[in-house]
């Protein structure tokens, strides 16, 4: 690194609104000053910041995560960094190697993007809609059900279930995603529902 | 968790038994660490393996894979015998003093009720002797034969250091002074805390392990202190809230039970749900089961559960076998008996033991659908990828969705940590394509479904047309809304029951706490356990004053913890019968002669008098159980029993196989496998570097550990001519695997029962999709059967074998 460089390190640390005061008092006079107007602003300040949560283990490492725009203003908004939240009473700010790695997570190559369909003995993908993959799920759900709804036993007993179809949910998604899925497949009289729980 | 992460900080000794946390949970682990530092705390580690965790513990003991409860009941029998025991916690605060029936026993390794055809005990004689008053009788002395104390010391007698030895294959020597160390916190300002995870879960008698360590922390007095407990260190970000909610087949939110076929309407149903308390005077919580049951149905129905139609009880569906898990379906599965499948953030086919009979499953579905951020293996099951994944496409006629969601960092919404801790979270990306939240997409679902029954009509309508969907934007319910209903509110003024002019709660507010739930009607809760996380004060989940008053690691003001803001369950019992702190030095709640008062939220009545109330309140006997009466099917206290697949008999019945009340199918026991077969245990474990099969999608975890590999020790190497470095194949009865051996000093062969015994370790972070290297998981090896009671799959011990390989699919 050269000395230039670390100049600027320094004066990112200390911040445009102190370079103009303060490091006039220790001597750097008007030509630095001019020097910081146009130094290129630390990255991480024009960033939004956002409180998260490391999505691994159950420690539950608090996260600072810093994007480029701001999705509470509307804006579009691209993850640009992940680190330990210092003010976490578990974490402190430390992460461990794969809290240090959360955005390559996110920004995975192999994510998935797109809705895409399968079809019986086939050796492709097919992009289809969100309506289109809607309006399938929902016709085999419905019929399915209607089909196989075992509404008694053979004792006669109201049991109101339905054995034909299973549903796994996600230890990694939120209470409030799983109180939905709950609502909804209860609802529909699936038993056959687990979470990673019991792996 | 009993207690929090930041607990581990005040405790006097760690042991890590059953996990390896420096590695799985390296940033809790730092509070091991911290007590070391600032407690002169020690650490012991058991484990097959020398770990990262062992590396930096004050003594180390190797194990046999499968043979934990043999160890801890050694333990508990040198504590008995070497006066190692709280005895005032013992007496008062645990079920040592209660006499049960006298046709209880055990003999040749079996309970008393066993029924060998059907797997099964009848429970019967594993009760208490009840006295005419209707309350368990007592032996305050201990003397009765009969008392849990007397009845335990003779059920552990058979664990001396030696069987230990001969069983675990844990050198005598270091077994005892492991016993000693373990000892030293029989004394009251002496605590040891146990920090566990899956190496005990994953048998099939993994919750027998667990209990084998309850019972030891109780007779040490250890458990509801600071710095003690038993902590389970759950492996997924949300794996605590999920079970929570109750996303089990047979569970209702907050840990109530969907009824079964012999519970045909609400009022049988309840009455074997009374929660009667078992001794005079204490409070047995669940007696307000109803409360929560009523207002769980108020919320998923709203109008249409009403006390004339028992509040939609049938809306509920009911279970003719203890539950559908997915061991269960996939059985299903693969016997063409389940037409449709979703994957909600989840990925079996690298998940859930021998992959073979899981590609059959998903190959006889008609629909599978997959909502994930990743492209998993699961939803790709039909791909060909050579020896990775070697099927033929068009064989297979399951159709397939593949559903993008979001992931963490795009989504808001409350995670549950260990420690019941749940801490909201902000979304900060937008979504990447198409990818849409989890809500939106059931929420179409959901709503088309309901549209096609409004339209068509079709088989029971009533639970979708009437599900209570009460939301600003019905196409995407918020996470405030959501959150606010799992809290619950008033439906109607709720007037204070000693003076009906007083309203405690008018309809519409947010519950404070469960302690407002009613069971006529007028009150709505999602799941009882979280009420007071989202209070008229506002989302309490999303606090963040990290305060911490006393340097206690309580931080009441940090999220919200379940139940009630308590950070550590049980915490009455840290404090002596007269309510005095066990250590001053450690107070966490005391009573100060009119209510109890401290750093945590009191586990008690906040006026119960010490000495009357005993402190574990949500048993039917007020205090911890030794015994544990009905509450397993697999026993009342644990019993040694060897892995399904083991080198070594069991030498307490050699007639016996696995956990002889585990399910088994028959087509799945016959795929299993002796050790003459298959001589070398093999064992599952995760790596620092990753996690799951998720961060093989990473190109950091990926850069750092970029390939599959097993691990043998040095003699095991010499034995079979394999190089480290070099290609191996690994097989057991249902699959095979290749990999890279890395040959280690880190594991060692032990002496079991006269028998040399060789593990291989086996990591399970890779598969065929995402940026790393293609492999293979354990569950291409391992057997098809869960434990007795929760249905965790045996990852942990199984049988391979092993030989070198020249040419493989890996070169």
Known sequence: MNKGLSRRSFLRLAGAGVAGTSLGALGFGAAEAAEVAHVRAFRLTATTETRNT???????????????????????????????????PTNRGTLCPKGAALKDF??????????????????????????????????????????NFIARNDQGVTVNRWLSTGFLAASGTTNESAWLTYKTVRALGIVGFDNQARV | MTNAWTDIKNTDLAIVMGGNAAEAHPCGFKWVTEAKANR???????????????????????????????????????????DKVQWEYVRNYTNATFLVREDYGWADGLFTGYDEEARRYDMTSWEYQIGEDGFARVDPAMTDPRCVWNLLKAHVEVYTPDFVETVCGTPKDRFLKICEMIGTCAAPDRVMTSLYALGWAQHSKGAQNIRGMAMLQLILGNVGLRGGG????????????????????????????????????????????????????????????RKFFVSFQKAMWGGAATAENDWAFDYLPKLDIPSYDILKMFDMMAKGEVNLYFCQGFNPLMSFPNRAKLTEGLSKLKLLVVMDPLQT??????????????????????????????????????????????QWHWPAATPPGAARGDVWIMSSIFRRVRALYEAEGGAFPDPILKLSWDYADASEPTPEELAKEMNGRALTDLADPADATQILLAAGRQLQTFGQLRDDGSTMCGCWIFSGSWTEDGNMMARRDNSDPGDAGMFLNWSFAWPMNRRILYNRASADLAGKPWDPARKLIEWDGAKWTGYDVPDIGVTAKPGEVMPFIMTNEGVGKLFSRKGMVDGPFPTHMEPFESPVENLLNPALRGNPAARVFPEDLAQMATGDEFPYVGTSYRLTEHFHTWTKHNLVNAALQPEFFVEISEQLAAEKGIRGGQQVRVWSKRGEVWAKAVVTKRIKPMICAGKTVHVVGIPLHWGFTGVARKGWGPNSLTPFVGDANIQTPEFKAFLVNIEPVEGGPLA
């Open chain 1, 106 to 147: 996110a920004l995975s190559p192999t994510r998935a993007v797109k809705p895409r369909y399968r079809a019986p003995g086939g050796a492709d993908w097919q992009d289809i809609t969100w309506d289109a993959a809607f309006d399938k799920i929902a016709r085999a759900i419905k019929d399915d059900r209607d089909q």
């Open chain 1, 54 to 88: 490391c999505t691994y283990c159950s420690v539950a490492c608090g996260i600072i995560l810093y994007a480029k725009g701001d999705l509470k203003a509307g804006e579009t908004a691209e993850l640009l960094h992940v680190e330990g939240d210092a003010d976490h």
């Open chain 2, 40 to 82: 002169g705390a020690k650490l012991i580690v058991v484990d097959p393996r020398f770990t990262r965790t062992a590396a930096v513990a004050d003594y180390y003991a190797p194990i046999r894979p499968g043979s934990d409860i043999a160890f801890l009941l050694g333990v508990i029998r040198w504590c008995i015998a070497n």
């Open chain 2, 377 to 422: 293996e699961t939803a790709h099951f039909w791909e060909n990828h050579g020896a990775f994944n070697d099927v033929d496409p068009a064989a297979i006629q399951t159709e397939v969705l593949e559903l993008p969601t979001t992931c963490f960092a795009e989504d808001e919404g409350a995670l549950v940590n260990s420690g019941r801790w749940l």
């Open chain 2, 230 to 289: 038993i902590n389970a260190l759950r492996g997924h970000s949300n794996i605590q809230g999920l079970t929570d909610i109750g996303l089990m087949s047979n569970l209702i939110p907050g840990y109530m039970n969907l009824p079964r076929d012999s519970e045909p309407d609400f009022a049988t149903y309840m009455a074997s749900r009374a929660f009667r308390p078992l001794r005079p005077g204490q409070t047995s919580y669940w007696q307000n089961y």
